[in-house]
């Protein structure tokens, strides 16, 4: 399993939600889990490593958290913009308005119901990785020119690694 790249048609479907947490969903989440740590991240959605299923994983301030069909609950009205980043986009990086507070809640890996709050980073990682399970981009929040400008510098980056 690999992280995959913009253009990957997992990354634009809205992901399936889980039935029943078994040894599969262990084991995809363990793999979840490496492909984070190898890239350096602070979060990873399941689409991103080609499963198309309601699952990310966080491990941000300190706090590692696993959350399989997560709902957002409230949000606050406080918004701040903040350059964001991607795994499926490397390289790239834009401005990105989000909610400054989130609360959420999914089951863990044990299927007990938690729920998670956060604010700063750990809020805009929430927002982020849910966006991932709706098919969502962290490019589609930016307006029309940086999209644009983003998505050329993310194509000039691809043909110099080839």
């Avoid at 994983?57 to 609950?73: M, Y």
């Avoid at 299927?111 to 750990?122: A, F, S």
Wanted: with cysteine.
């Amino acid at each position: 399993m690999s992280i995959r790249t913009y253009g990957d048609s997992v990354l634009r479907r809205p992901a399936a939600k889980v039935e029943s947490i078994d040894r599969c969903i262990k084991d995809e989440c363990a793999t979840m889990v490496e492909e984070m740590l190898r890239a350096n991240g602070v979060g990873i959605a399941a689409p991103q490593v080609g499963i198309s299923k309601r699952i990310f994983i966080l491990d941000v301030d300190e706090r590692f958290q696993v959350l399989i069909n997560p709902k957002i609950l409230e949000t606050s009205e406080d918004v701040e913009e903040t350059d964001e980043a991607c795994l499926s986009l490397p390289g790239i990086s834009g401005p990105v308005a989000r909610s400054r507070w989130v609360r959420v809640r999914g089951l863990d890996l044990d299927g007990h119901l938690v729920e998670l709050e956060g604010e700063g980073l750990l809020a805009r990682a929430i927002q982020h990785e849910m966006d991932h399970l709706d098919g969502v981009l962290f490019i589609d929040h930016l307006s029309p020119a940086r999209r644009a400008s983003a998505l050329k510098e993310f194509r000039r980056l691809e043909r110099s690694e080839a």
